[in-house]
């Protein structure tokens, strides 16, 4: 699927644009059907509309091979039963630079979360992306951390930076992260996941190959079924044929 760029990237005329647009972006991917409105200026609320529709048409694309789809928010907390096979995919993919802004970027944020006192260097991870998936293997190299990029949280907040960004806790787990970010008052919050193997972070959502049909199951109900009608016209034809014969 094509890659979308961020129109304001490299707009001098105001460095908000470009965090703006990305946070419609993950707003409309988030919740395509919930209201693309903020209480912004204008100006701004303009770019975060075009950032709002770009994300909700990214979320109904396929990621890939049209066999395979973005899960949906139900689709994951439903990912035990209903997902046979699934990928961790970056969101990079849908945006060059994704959220590494002059106001915002991703890899600091998770960096100073991570580890505040240290000096670990990261970097975006490479557009092309994929990491298999499995609900019970944990990796102790890789962490996924809940990000909000809005920048009006309260100070007072845990996980609220100095620059009023905001982080949940470091998990294993990508669910356990997605149940952060859901808890999260903001829908332009995403999952970051950060390999200290390599030093790569950015943002991922999951995508998905669906389960096929269970075909013995609707065989094996075809075939009763069939039975059930051919008993049912050999019983008519042998009591029309007697009825004939009378």
């Known amino acids: 699927m094509p890659t979308t760029t961020n129109p304001f990237q490299d707009d001098p005329s105001d460095p908000f644009l470009a965090e703006v647009f990305e946070q419609g972006i993950i707003a409309g991917f988030n919740d395509p059907d919930e209201s693309d409105f903020r209480p912004l200026p204008p100006d701004l609320l303009e770019v975060f509309q075009q950032g709002f529709q770009v994300g909700r048409e990214d979320k109904s694309a396929p990621p890939g091979p049209a066999v395979v789809e973005w899960m949906t928010m139900e689709d994951i907390a ?48 490479p557009p ?49 992260a997605v149940g952060d970010m859901t808890a999260h008052e903001h829908s332009e919050a995403f999952v970051a996941r950060c390999d200290l193997s390599d030093n790569t972070c950015g943002p991922v959502w999951l995508a998905a190959k669906r389960r096929k049909k269970n075909t013995s199951v609707d065989t094996f109900d075809s075939l009763s079924r069939w039975h059930e009608m051919w008993a049912s016209t050999m019983t008519w034809s042998k009591d029309h044929l007697s009825h004939l014969q009378q």
């Open 128 to 176: 092309g992306f994929r990491a298999g998936f499995n609900v019970e293997d944990t990796d102790p190299a890789v962490h996924f951390i809940a990000v909000c990029p809005r920048s009006d949280h309260a100070q007072v907040s845990p996980g609220v930076t100095s620059d009023g960004h905001w982080t949940g806790q470091d998990r294993s787990s990508f669910l356990d």
């Open 78 to 125: 439903n990912v035990k039963e209903e997902v046979e096979e699934a990928e961790v995919l970056a969101l990079t993919l849908l945006l060059d630079h994704i959220f590494e802004t002059a106001e915002f970027s991703c890899v600091e944020v998770v960096r100073l979360a991570l580890d505040p006192a240290g000096d670990t260097q990261l970097q975006p991870l």
